[in-house]
């Protein structure tokens, strides 16, 4: 696995301002936030990715995400708060340790480039958009 950030956080080994910290996730402020308020929420154990995490941590980190996200909202009162985990370089993860970045906004008007992110949205047919659905569902394990 070789050195990882937040491992070394969650063991004590590395020093960071933590927020909230249980047995199983772990809660810090953003040494570089992108505004006042950033907070990441991540599991103590390594997890690459959304894809390695057991659905029992990911379940607590999000329980985690949410109670951090109303202190933050009651704080700051923010006009709005991204939640936001990246998976893969393509998709802006940095790194690679399973994390969760909760970002307050304070300004209407798009005040910093990661606000700036694109959607591109397509019009496509019903018959493509079930295509889709079909393709999604077979690999869904769901009884």
Wanted: overall charge neutral; proline content about 5%.
């Amino acid at each position: 696995m070789g050195e990882c950030v937040f491992c070394d956080i969650a063991s004590g080994k590395k020093d960071a301002l933590i927020l909230y910290s249980d047995e199983f996730i772990i809660s810090i402020m953003d040494h570089r936030p992108i505004n006042k308020g950033h907070v990441l929420v991540t599991p103590k154990k390594h997890y690459r990715d959304i894809f390695e995490v057991p659905a029992d941590i990911l379940c607590k980190a999000t329980e985690v995400t949410r109670r951090v996200s109303i202190a933050i909202n009651s704080t700051y009162h923010p006009m709005g708060l991204n939640i936001i985990e990246n998976n893969g370089t393509d998709a802006g993860q940095t790194v690679f340790h399973f994390h969760i970045h909760l970002i307050p906004r304070y300004d209407s008007k798009y005040n910093t480039e990661l606000a700036k992110v694109a959607w591109h949205r397509k019009v496509i047919s019903p018959e493509e958009l079930k295509k889709t659905r079909d393709e999604i569902l077979k690999n869904m394990n769901i009884p």
